[in-house]
């Protein structure tokens, strides 16, 4: 999409970025996900910091600003998220953010106060999109704060982490 | 969003889903004059004080750090002083330095996120950042870039720009070397420069005439602008050490919302925050920051809260300087934190969020387990001088259509920058003029 501003040295072309709060239920998810992705990671490459050849890992609370910071300049971008779409819990999603529909309504539904969906279209505005941004969510059942994952999205974790990881094995490939 | 309507007139914000009741305003209006307002913000700091207890008593430093994904350092920063305020420890010297400089890390970040995010468009006339972006793209990059360097404070002093995780009672777990700043050291000069331009940018905007009436109550330091601090003041004869809190200040529960509401003692509702810092502590500000605020025009006491915007910006100026001031003093210490050991007591805690005085209570029994704990967010200190200015407001403008009585009270809501300032986007409205 874009490549300006330029990648920082020493910045892993890939991102895996895992978004949400711990303590509201569902919605820690994404977190939950991408630290197991970056155990795996670390596993394969032999190195414990999560970051496996070329591949970052990163838990983000859905702040806007800072997933713009931190995607800028990555070649490919996978995100794990609550996704809200009136679906069953536990619900799978995959979305690929399309490079034409600047400026489209094409909001992708997060359960982040100005989440997921503001980074994309600041990221389009301030053309600081990652080449490539794919979104594996899940249909989030209970969000309160202090509830743990709900039966229904702990089931779809594992899932979750190998719809990741093959993200990151086709780009490889 | 889902919103029922149920008689009254109501009205839905953005259709995008998202995490029910995180905010929600309900404005009756009884033939032509407002009779009630009730603002509900989401506050999770009620959870957390009950899920404290029982916790061992190193543990309110990283479990608090988890209620805010913008203000972090703050909750820490108010746990570490109230436990070791129970357990009879000072934390001084180069160890009190080090917090002081993740502490401005976090108000860089906050109020470059506040400023340029959710403040400033409602002055410019966009809806959001995102249009302001689309049509000067320069100003939302270089807010981008301050929030950036703030951002890299807490990477190098906290270990990581979320939830830090190198705070502990008593001090660190490591401490950076000269070397790990000096890189650090120049990207704050950097910042510095960004955030001097912010002022001046900000302080061009237009400001509708405002002045709130109310108590101005914030951290007391003898010679610093207070971020780290064990005093609570106010315009109104409020001088009080942090233990004495309780005795001055109480929390009443509202019908309409989670969270407690607070209010002095003896008087009523006050405001905490940019505002109420600058009027008392404006002549402590660093020089640059002085200079950047008398030239936006900044007046000694301004309880204007659209004004807030340039107070933010001016201490930014001043968390830059008093960064940069911190790294040109630091002598690495020969011991990341002093021994904390457990001992039953209470302990107080008062630091400056970026939104306004945090305060933390913990009771400590003799197994060194929290038997109590007291969260008092700023947030919930101000919802009742937000919901008396959204009063006002509302009044005042009776006759607006309810979209545009929606798009300004959200600006109202936003002069004051609650926890979580971007709830204020997703406001369920409830207009009632049956």
Redesign the interface.
């Known amino acids: 999409m874009t490549t300006d501003p330029s990648p920082a040295p020493g910045v892993a072309p890939v991102l895996v970025i895992g978004v949400g709060?711990?303590?509201?239920g569902d919605?820690g998810v994404g977190p939950i996900v991408a630290a197991r992705v970056a155990e795996r990671l670390g596993e394969a490459a032999g190195i414990d910091a999560g970051v496996g050849a070329g591949v970052e890992v990163r838990?983000?609370?859905?702040?806007?600003?800072?997933i713009?910071?931190a995607w800028t300049g990555r070649d490919l971008v996978v995100l794990v998220d609550a996704v809200?779409?009136?679906e069953a819990p536990g619900s799978l999603v995959r979305l690929e953010i399309a490079e034409d529909s600047v400026f489209a309504p094409a909001?992708t539904?997060?359960?982040?106060?100005?989440?997921v969906?503001?980074a994309i279209?600041?990221g389009r505005?301030?053309q600081r999109l990652p080449g490539r941004l794919i979104i594996v969510g899940v249909e989030p059942g209970d969000?309160s704060?202090?509830a743990g994952l709900s039966p229904a999205v702990a089931e779809a974790v594992p899932q979750l982490e190998e719809s990741v990881l093959a993200e990151l094995h086709e780009v490889r490939a | 969003m889902t919103h029922k309507a149920t008689g009254s007139r109501a009205l839905s914000s953005d259709a995008l889903a998202r995490v029910e009741g995180e905010g929600a305003m309900r404005v009756e209006i009884r033939d032509g004059r407002v009779v009630d307002v009730q603002l509900n913000i989401y506050e999770p700091p009620r959870f957390f004080e009950g899920f404290l207890r029982g916790r061992g008593y190193t543990e309110p430093v990283d479990i608090t750090a988890r209620i805010c994904g913008i203000c972090p350092v703050a909750y820490q920063m108010s746990a570490c002083t109230a436990i070791e305020d129970a357990v009879g420890v000072t934390v001084d010297g180069a160890l009190r330095e080090l917090r002081l400089l993740l502490y401005c890390g976090e108000w860089i970040e906050s109020h470059a996120l506040h400023i340029h995010f959710l403040h400033a468009p409602d002055f410019l006339g966009f809806d959001s950042a995102i249009s302001l972006a689309a049509v000067d793209r320069a100003v939302v990059e270089r807010g981008l870039e301050v929030k950036r360097i703030g951002n890299r404070i807490l990477e190098v002093v906290g270990g990581r720009a979320i939830h830090p995780v190198n705070v502990k009672v008593g001090g660190f777990f490591r401490v950076p070397t000269t070397r790990e700043l000096e890189p650090l050291r120049a990207e704050l000069e950097r910042g510095l420069e960004l955030a001097v331009q912010v002022v001046d940018w900000v302080a061009g905007f237009d400001f509708p005439d405002q002045e709130l009436g109310c108590e101005l109550v914030a951290a007391d330091h003898p010679t610093e602008y207070p971020m780290l601090a064990d005093r609570v003041i106010s315009d109104r004869g409020l001088d009080i050490a942090a233990a004495e809190w309780l005795d001055h200040i109480e929390e009443f529960q509202v019908p309409h919302s989670t969270a407690l509401h607070a209010r002095v003692l003896e008087r009523g509702e006050y405001l905490v925050g940019p505002l109420a810092r600058h009027h008392h502590h404006a002549e402590k500000l660093a020089p640059a920051a002085a200079r950047a605020a008398r030239d936006a025009g900044l007046e000694p006491s301004c309880v204007n809260p659209f004004r807030s915007i340039i107070v933010r910006a001016v201490e930014v100026v001043h968390a830059f300087e008093t960064a940069i001031a911190v790294i040109d003093r630091w002598v690495r210490p020969a011991f990341a934190a002093v021994p904390v050991a457990p001992r039953p007591g209470v302990g107080h805690g008062v630091t400056e969020a970026p939104r306004g005085l945090l305060y933390h209570r913990y009771e400590i029994d003799d197994a060194g387990l929290i038997a109590d704990a007291v969260i008092v967010p700023p947030t919930s200190q101000n919802q009742p001088t937000i919901e008396h200015d959204l009063w006002h407001f509302v009044e005042a403008n009776i006759d607006l259509d309810d979209d545009e009585l929606r798009r300004r009270a959200e600006v109202t809501i936003r002069n004051h920058d609650p926890c979580i300032s971007c709830a204020t986007h997703f406001l369920d409205l409830t207009v009632d003029r049956s």
């Open positions: 709060s711990p303590v509201r919605d838990l983000l609370d859905g702040e806007p600003a800072r713009v910071e809200c779409r009136g909001r539904p997060s359960t982040h106060a100005g989440g969906d503001d279209a600041l505005v301030l969000m704060v202090g």
